[in-house]
Every structure is written in structure tokens, then in C-alpha cells.
């Protein structure tokens, strides 16, 4: 966190403010090495700012995951039982 400082050094956009995105898409890549080596720590948050355009958002998987690993279920109807 606090990567901000290095204003965009290390790292490079795929998609832009707006765009919507899907699963597996390449948002950002980045240098890992190098940012941590400059003194920051590497975790990266999931924020979700559209909340309200679903039923539900439930959080699948926490902590360190592989990549392509679900995060979040996403449920966008009731389902009928």
C-alpha cells in the first residue's frame, strides 16, 4: 500500500477509469521486485464501488490466492427455488 508515492513508476495500465471489465482480463501489470525493493508492501486490495447495481457480493476466497482463484460471487437475481 501507499504506492501512490511512486506515481505510476513500476507500473502499467491495461484498462481505463470506466472500462468494464471481465474475469481473467489484464487490468495492470506491474513490477513486484522492484516495488518491493523500493520498500512497499505488495498486497492489493479489492475494492468494489458498484455494490448497490447487485442483489449480493460474497466473498469466496481470502488471504493469499492463485491467479484465475474466484475472490467474490457476484449475484445479480434471486434464484427460484
Known sequence: MDTIRLDGKYFSAHVKQGDQVRKGQ???????????????I????????????????VTVAE????????LLAVLTQRSRI
Do not use: K, R
Open 42 to 57: 505488495t498486497e492489493t486490495p479489492i475494492v468494489i464501488t458498484n455494490t448497490d447495481d447487485y442483489l449480493d457480493i
Open 26 to 40: 489484464l487490468l495492470i501489470t506491474f513490477g513486484q521486485a522492484a516495488i518491493e525493493q523500493a520498500g512497499y
Open 63 to 70: 488471504g493469499s490466492v492463485q491467479s484465475w482463484a474466484d
